[in-house]
């Protein structure tokens, strides 16, 4: 399988916004997209007035929510195939099924600063769910589940930080107690609790050419 090795703020500047793929930094007046906003390539920075398809559109937003949560392609016709089959709205349900994976999960419960830091943190071992050891970033967590940094993964500097308490904003449907390094899955996550600007029925359009 592929892996992107390219520097990631040339996905941000390709879809026209911050992805927000290097967590913090990306908040801060040292984010590159601040410096060059323009589509990289060598015509990046000509204003051609041309007008988008549907298909460009579709396409263009199915790119953002992969490059987003960090899944390829296999990965996401494989979660819209789920959705499909899944009662209710195919794009919201897509959405949830991205949410529930545990690298996203352990990010939103501020875990980490990037889903990639926490797809990373994940394949190394350093979290346990329900007091089993899961080291596969696409495990799908479910109400109830507790996710904890391991007892020997407690004394490393980059976790004794947390104990302090992370100022991101939790979503409802998950809780964290910082001091004990870990956190609750309180509910499926609905489309309200999903902040990232997305216009889901542009996938679904995709996939159903």
């Known amino acids: 399988m592929a892996r992107y ?11 026209g916004m911050k992805l927000f793929l290097k967590g913090e930094r990306c908040y801060t007046p040292k984010c590159a997209f601040e410096k060059n906003s323009a589509p990289p390539g060598m015509h990046g920075n000509r204003r051609m007035r ?7 559109r579709q396409l263009r937003e199915k790119q953002k ?3 987003i949560y960090g ?50 943190l994940v394949s190394h071992g350093h ?33 004794k930080d947390l104990a302090e308490g992370s100022q991101r904003t939790l979503p409802k449907w998950v809780s964290v107690d910082s ?3 870990s956190g609750r899955v309180m509910d499926l996550p609905a489309r309200d609790d999903i902040d990232i600007p997305i216009n ?5 359009e995709f996939y159903s050419r």
């Open 65 to 67: 929510v992969r490059r």
């Open 200 to 204: 889901e029925q542009l996938i679904v």
């Open 71 to 120: 899944v390829y392609e296999r990965q996401f016709r494989r979660y819209f195939r789920q959705a499909v089959k899944t009662k209710g709205l195919t794009g919201a349900t897509l959405l949830q099924l991205l949410e529930q994976r545990l690298d996203n999960t352990v990010f939103r419960m501020g875990f980490a600063d990037s889903r990639s830091q926490a797809r990373q």
């Open 5 to 15: 090795t390219d520097p990631v703020c040339k996905l941000c500047r390709r879809e």
């Open 50 to 56: 041309r007008k988008v398809s549907d298909y460009g």
């Open 127 to 159: 979290f346990v769910v329900n007091g089993r050891k899961v080291d596969v970033p696409s495990y799908s967590v479910q109400p109830g589940d507790v996710i904890q940094v391991t007892d020997r993964s407690r004394g490393l500097t980059y976790f």
């Open 179 to 181: 001091a004990a390094f």
